[in-house]
T-cell receptor
Framework: SQQGEEDPQALSIQEGENATMNCSYK?????LQWYRQNSGRGLVHLIL?????REKHSGRLRVTLDTSKKSSSLLITASRAADTASYFC?????????????FGKGTLLTVNP | DAGITQSPRHKVTETGTPVTLRCHQT?????MYWYRQDPGHGLRLIHY???????DKGEVSDGYSVSRSKTEDFLLTLESATSSQTSVYFC???????????FGDGTRLSIL
């Protein structure tokens, strides 16, 4: 079963605009991770946010986590055509589950030049 | 680069034939995972390993088996491939506590 569910399923924006993707999950987590996948390639890790953290930044990426609402958001600022990809959230329940990740179905982001 | 190599990268085979996919890591990490990715489903865990000869089932393990006889190699076997197993298969490793997984480039498997 899918733990994380991304919203929206697809997002199309113009270069320079901000893109926001949301992720909701159902059970307790140890951390939540965001990944990016370019067409035909493997997943690349973007940001990991621990359950006791509320916000994390990396370059043009900002991730928030609200454990009370079981939700997270990924914000990409000043988007570029090269940001076009699928973005996935994944939840990690920790050592008790052997650090298995449960992925959502992803958001397909298209950034138009 | 987390040093993960998947082989083969592409394979076309017929229904009923056995297929083995290989995942090789160069960094001696304990945890390794096999996923399949299908349109509309995201990534789903097939099997995983938490050490040599220590493996367990994931969400979609039916029709698949795995083996890990040494730290660096994790093999995924389809004993008798079916068309429903046509997919892209990804291997991943986990590098440590509160660390992300690192993925290989995938194997595109088509079963006719």
């Amino acid at each position: 079963s899918q733990q994380g569910e991304e919203d929206p399923q697809a997002l199309s924006i113009q270069e320079g605009e901000n893109a926001t993707m949301n992720c909701s999950y159902k059970t307790s987590i140890n951390n939540l991770q965001w990944y990016r996948q370019n067409s035909g390639r493997g997943l690349v890790h973007l940001i990991l946010i621990r359950s006791n953290e509320r916000e994390k930044h990396s370059g043009r990426l900002r991730v928030t986590l609200d454990t009370s609402k079981k939700s997270s958001s990924l914000l990409i600022t000043a988007s570029r055509a090269a940001d076009t990809a699928s973005y996935f959230c994944a939840t990690d329940a920790g050592g008790g589950s052997n650090y298995k990740l449960t992925f959502g179905k992803g958001t397909l982001l298209t950034v138009n030049p | 680069d987390a040093g993960i190599t998947q082989s083969p990268r592409h394979k076309v085979t017929e229904t009923g034939t056995p297929v083995t996919l290989r995942c090789h890591q160069t960094e001696n990490h304990r945890y390794m995972y096999w996923y399949r990715q299908d349109p509309g489903h995201g990534l789903r865990l097939i099997h995983y390993s938490y050490g040599v000869k220590d493996t367990d089932k994931g969400e979609v393990s039916d029709g698949y088996s795995v083996s890990r006889s040494k730290t660096e190699d994790f093999l995924l076997t389809l004993e008798s491939a079916t068309s429903s197993q046509t997919s892209v298969y990804f291997c991943a490793i986990r590098t440590g506590g509160n660390q992300p997984q690192h993925f290989g480039d995938g194997t595109r498997l088509s079963i006719l």
